[in-house]
Every structure is written in structure tokens, then in C-alpha cells.
């Protein structure tokens, strides 16, 4: 599934859902900061997208979408604690590409595939406004917290570090 691919199938998933969603053009952007700047909001209200690598034990591998506030890092302690792992860390660009369905800079807070389980911070549930790229550089979608959290279904969990300086 392409990018293109990728987007439409959120398109889609929303509208059946109805949830009340905006698409905000921009410059082609991948960066939270910067492309919170074009948009126009702190990046508090971001989701900021990372896929990660949990090692539970030796013969078993986990993938799991991290999403966090776009000010804030992925507390990998706190992830690797939810899963009694031995190891977590970030997944390799093309196995996250693969999972995620886009490139990196553009993963959504969704997952379209049974082999990445989401995670989200409470703290990205709890937004009323939350932006995110939408499987495009150039494009961004606005939804609220809470329609967020009933469509995606994430677990909802502590994985957020402090806030960045």
C-alpha cells in the first residue's frame, strides 16, 4: 500500500466512522517542529508517530506504534515495562515503511496492519484539536482527541518522556 494508498484508506475510515475531520495543505514537511510551524499550532497538539521494536524475549518480536505529544520523546523505559520486554528500540526504516504503510515523517496514528499494536499517551487522547501528517509530506489532517481514540482503538498508556525544552 502506497502513501497515496495509505491516505485514502484514512480518508475512508474516518468518513464511515463520521468523524469530523479538516485537511490542512501545506509544504512538504516531515519534521514535528517545522511542520507544526506551517500549520500553525503548538506541537503539543500533535501526534508525533514512531514505530518501535519490542523484544519480549528471545524468540519473540513485537511491533508497536508509539504516539506522543509532538513536544514530547518516547519514554522507551515505559514501553518496555508494558511488555515485560528485554530489549525495546526504534524499528529500522524499512520495517516501520513496511508496517506503517508510509514513509517515515508521514505515519499516522492508525495502524492498517494486525503486526503493529498502537500505544498512545493519555495526553494525546486528551487533545481537542490533534494534527497529524496524513501518509503525505504535504498534507495534515485535524480530528479530535476523542475521535481519535474511539476509531484508532489504541492502548492507552503512560509512554510519553517529559516535555522537550
Request: aromatic share 6%; net charge negative.
Amino acid at each position: 500500500m502506497s502513501g497515496h494508498d495509505t491516505y485514502e484508506h484514512l480518508i475512508s475510515l474516518l468518513d464511515t466512522a463520521s468523524v469530523d475531520h479538516h485537511v490542512i495543505d501545506h509544504e512538504p514537511e516531515g519534521t514535528t517542529d517545522k511542520v507544526c510551524a506551517l500549520r500553525g499550532h503548538p506541537a503539543s497538539q500533535a501526534a508525533k508517530c514512531i514505530v518501535l521494536r519490542v523484544k519480549v524475549d528471545r524468540r519473540t518480536t513485537r511491533h508497536v506504534l508509539a504516539v506522543v505529544p509532538g513536544d514530547r520523546r518516547v519514554d522507551l523505559g515505559a514501553v518496555r515495562v508494558l511488555f515485560d520486554a528485554r530489549y525495546v528500540g526504534f524499528s529500522d526504516a524499512e520495517t516501520a515503511e513496511r508496517l506503517a504503510r508510509a514513509v517515515p515523517g508521514t505515519v499516522l496514528p492508525f495502524s492498517f496492519d494486525p503486526d503493529l499494536e498502537v500505544i498512545a499517551d493519555p495526553d494525546v487522547v486528551a487533545q481537542p484539536r490533534l494534527y497529524f501528517n496524513a501518509a503525505r509530506l504535504d498534507r495534515s489532517l485535524v480530528v479530535s482527541g476523542a475521535d481519535y481514540e474511539r476509531v484508532a482503538r489504541p492502548r492507552v498508556e503512560r509512554i510519553a518522556g517529559p516535555v522537550e525544552a
